[in-house]
């Protein structure tokens, strides 16, 4: 069993998934909080998607796809702020209109190319297992500044999310911390990126603040929670991973809704058992 | 025109850094000329109104009248075409540290895992970026809970309140930035009565302390109950006067725009007046 627990951590690119796992779940959950909270999962989902066109344009110039990515997510996340401030179209259908878009334009751009190959791919499906140095040093620089970020500024996301229209008039600027949200979500995505690909990063971004809102009735409380369930489950998700040789951005995803499950059907007060056993007995 | 000159003087002799006791004594709000277009329709034109310091007034009138862009004008949520807002001689944008919002309970994110009384809180220091709540924030939040009555709730989380609980939370939020202008939004909409009677005593006392107090209602009895003066809006000032002056069932007609033959709209009316 120790050695079950052990033999990952000898090896080098083993280290390095375990901080990269860690410092995405933690840094998915402190702005995911957020996302979960005001409703806007949606807007994780159109993020995620456009940055892969920014992947695609970073692969056609040979640029740092993290980069390119990063900058295309950013701009898609604006655009939808700006025109969703419009209120004749509701926010989700903008989000819709852009989340399309930008993932046909990526593969557009894909399709220029003579084949996918190994650096595509891995930010499609993750590449945590083949992760060097530097990436471990960006991951842990990026998202300390997030984690950090959302600290000073939670008074004002938490006002915004309460009630824009106080917040407003009370002289909030709601448009630019909106937009500093979004942007904040971008950079968290595309830290994840690395650990569990553009296609399952939503899971990190959602899953275990939904799964610890289910039992918990504080921000604070929540956020903890869930930055547990997050750690945990991404560690356990790498071991499975390592030990039955099965994808390890999957297996992280796989782990954390498991616990979502658990919790919708065993949460305290809210979980499906808790109310059935409270409708049966008199 | 005189009068913005005088407030703008009386702003000048106490500056932004006065205690809210003192800005609240000389909060006066002047809506002059104020017209609106939204969307390319005329929603608001030469609208007047002037709520002085103790003073309550209704805004009456029906849907779509203009009530709450009228709200929104005075919050400097929106931008009139012509005419002028003055919150103590000051346009809203710089008179915010006086103004409290009371908005209708449904915009209000209820299902935020925040207590009561961090709600209240957060009402009153979200503007302010860094640092931590001082000792004054969490006296003056404990007043606004004491005063709504739900010191017994303060650690409850806001999910977990009734209609009329949530309505007092707002009305606390708003009282915990002890403003001198005091605009609520149909506070009587969809509250038992308990917080009724509670928040016309309320109103009362912050009148009295010398809040300057606007709220819209479609509730003409306690309109009448908490009132000083009623303005009756539709697109325009129809008519603004204590309620015992407006006993003219033709002047609620042209507000609310139906023929005089509708005796039950005139009975309610006679009753409100």
């Given at each position: 069993m120790i050695e079950w627990l052990v033999?990952?951590?000898?090896?080098p690119f083993m280290q390095r998934a375990f901080v990269v796992a860690l410092v995405s779940a933690v840094v998915c959950v402190v702005v995911g909080a957020f996302v979960v909270l005001r409703g806007m999962a949606f807007i994780g989902d159109a993020v995620a998607h456009a940055v892969f066109p920014g992947v695609a344009i970073g692969f056609v110039l040979h640029a740092n796809l993290a980069l390119t990515g990063a900058a295309a997510g950013i701009v898609t996340a604006v655009a939808i702020a700006l025109i969703s401030?419009?209120?004749?179209?509701n926010e989700d259908t903008v989000i819709g209109v852009f989340w399309a878009g930008s993932f046909g334009l990526g593969i557009v751009i894909v399709s220029t190319q003579d084949a996918y190959t190994g650096d595509l791919t891995s930010f499609l499906f993750g590449q945590i297992l083949a992760l060097g140095d530097g990436d471990v040093i960006a991951v842990a620089v990026v998202g300390a500044v997030l984690v950090g970020l959302t600290f000073l500024l939670r008074r004002q996301l938490i006002a915004v999310s309460l009630d824009r229209e106080t917040a407003k008039a009370s002289g909030l600027p709601v448009l630019l911390l909106d937009m500093v949200l979004y942007a904040m979500v971008t950079a968290a995505i595309v830290v994840a990126l690395q650990a569990v690909g553009n296609v399952l990063v939503l899971a990190l971004l959602v899953t275990p603040a939904a799964t610890a809102r289910m039992a918990t009735e504080r921000l604070g409380t929540m956020t903890i929670a869930a930055c547990v369930l997050a750690a945990s489950g991404s560690v356990a998700g790498l071991y499975v991973s390592y030990h039955y040789n099965l994808a390890a951005g999957g297996m992280i995803v796989l782990v954390l809704t498991g616990m979502f499950l658990l919790a919708w059907l065993?949460?305290?007060?809210?979980g499906l058992l808790w109310k059935r056993r409270a409708t049966s007995s008199p | 025109m005189r009068a913005d000159r005088d407030d703008s003087a009386l702003a000048d002799a106490a500056p932004?850094?006065?205690a809210p006791e003192r800005s609240a004594a000389q909060c006066r709000l002047e809506v002059a000329g104020v017209a609106v277009t939204l969307g390319g329709n005329?929603?608001?034109?030469?609208v007047d109104l002037a709520v002085a310091p103790g003073e309550t007034v209704g805004l009456i009138g029906?849907?779509?009248?203009g009530k709450t862009t009228l709200l929104r004008a005075v919050l400097g949520l929106l931008a009139p075409d012509t005419g002028t807002v003055r919150i103590a001689g000051n346009p809203p944008r710089g008179a915010r540290k006086h103004l409290g919002y009371v908005p209708q309970?449904?915009?209000?994110?209820?299902?935020?895992?925040?207590?009561v009384a961090a709600a209240i809180l957060n009402a009153r220091i979200?503007?302010?970026?860094?640092g931590t709540a001082r000792r004054a924030d969490r006296e003056a939040v404990a007043r606004a809970v004491e005063r709504v009555g739900l010191t017994d709730l303060a650690?409850?989380?806001?999910?977990?309140?009734s209609g009329g609980q949530r309505q007092r939370v707002l009305v606390a939020r708003a009282l915990a930035r002890e403003p001198g202008l005091l605009l609520l939004d149909e506070?009587?909409?969809?509250?038992d009565v308990p917080t009724q009677e509670l928040l016309v005593g309320l109103l009362g006392q912050l009148a009295e302390e010398g809040t300057a107090i606007l709220m819209t209602t479609h509730d003409l009895t306690q309109a009448r109950a908490v009132c000083t003066r009623l303005c009756l809006l539709?697109?325009?000032?129809?008519a603004d006067g204590p309620p015992s002056e407006l006993d003219d069932p033709a002047l609620w007609l042209r507000a609310f725009g139906v023929?005089?033959?509708e005796l039950l709209l005139t009975g309610t009316a006679r009753e409100a007046t």
């Amino acid at each position: 069993m120790i050695e079950w627990l052990v033999e990952p951590w000898q090896l080098p690119f083993m280290q390095r998934a375990f901080v990269v796992a860690l410092v995405s779940a933690v840094v998915c959950v402190v702005v995911g909080a957020f996302v979960v909270l005001r409703g806007m999962a949606f807007i994780g989902d159109a993020v995620a998607h456009a940055v892969f066109p920014g992947v695609a344009i970073g692969f056609v110039l040979h640029a740092n796809l993290a980069l390119t990515g990063a900058a295309a997510g950013i701009v898609t996340a604006v655009a939808i702020a700006l025109i969703s401030q419009t209120r004749r179209l509701n926010e989700d259908t903008v989000i819709g209109v852009f989340w399309a878009g930008s993932f046909g334009l990526g593969i557009v751009i894909v399709s220029t190319q003579d084949a996918y190959t190994g650096d595509l791919t891995s930010f499609l499906f993750g590449q945590i297992l083949a992760l060097g140095d530097g990436d471990v040093i960006a991951v842990a620089v990026v998202g300390a500044v997030l984690v950090g970020l959302t600290f000073l500024l939670r008074r004002q996301l938490i006002a915004v999310s309460l009630d824009r229209e106080t917040a407003k008039a009370s002289g909030l600027p709601v448009l630019l911390l909106d937009m500093v949200l979004y942007a904040m979500v971008t950079a968290a995505i595309v830290v994840a990126l690395q650990a569990v690909g553009n296609v399952l990063v939503l899971a990190l971004l959602v899953t275990p603040a939904a799964t610890a809102r289910m039992a918990t009735e504080r921000l604070g409380t929540m956020t903890i929670a869930a930055c547990v369930l997050a750690a945990s489950g991404s560690v356990a998700g790498l071991y499975v991973s390592y030990h039955y040789n099965l994808a390890a951005g999957g297996m992280i995803v796989l782990v954390l809704t498991g616990m979502f499950l658990l919790a919708w059907l065993a949460a305290p007060k809210h979980g499906l058992l808790w109310k059935r056993r409270a409708t049966s007995s008199p | 025109m005189r009068a913005d000159r005088d407030d703008s003087a009386l702003a000048d002799a106490a500056p932004d850094e006065a205690a809210p006791e003192r800005s609240a004594a000389q909060c006066r709000l002047e809506v002059a000329g104020v017209a609106v277009t939204l969307g390319g329709n005329q929603v608001l034109h030469d609208v007047d109104l002037a709520v002085a310091p103790g003073e309550t007034v209704g805004l009456i009138g029906p849907n779509g009248a203009g009530k709450t862009t009228l709200l929104r004008a005075v919050l400097g949520l929106l931008a009139p075409d012509t005419g002028t807002v003055r919150i103590a001689g000051n346009p809203p944008r710089g008179a915010r540290k006086h103004l409290g919002y009371v908005p209708q309970k449904h915009e209000f994110a209820w299902d935020f895992p925040i207590t009561v009384a961090a709600a209240i809180l957060n009402a009153r220091i979200a503007t302010r970026w860094g640092g931590t709540a001082r000792r004054a924030d969490r006296e003056a939040v404990a007043r606004a809970v004491e005063r709504v009555g739900l010191t017994d709730l303060a650690g409850r989380p806001i999910g977990a309140l009734s209609g009329g609980q949530r309505q007092r939370v707002l009305v606390a939020r708003a009282l915990a930035r002890e403003p001198g202008l005091l605009l609520l939004d149909e506070p009587f909409t969809g509250v038992d009565v308990p917080t009724q009677e509670l928040l016309v005593g309320l109103l009362g006392q912050l009148a009295e302390e010398g809040t300057a107090i606007l709220m819209t209602t479609h509730d003409l009895t306690q309109a009448r109950a908490v009132c000083t003066r009623l303005c009756l809006l539709n697109r325009t000032v129809v008519a603004d006067g204590p309620p015992s002056e407006l006993d003219d069932p033709a002047l609620w007609l042209r507000a609310f725009g139906v023929a005089e033959s509708e005796l039950l709209l005139t009975g309610t009316a006679r009753e409100a007046t």
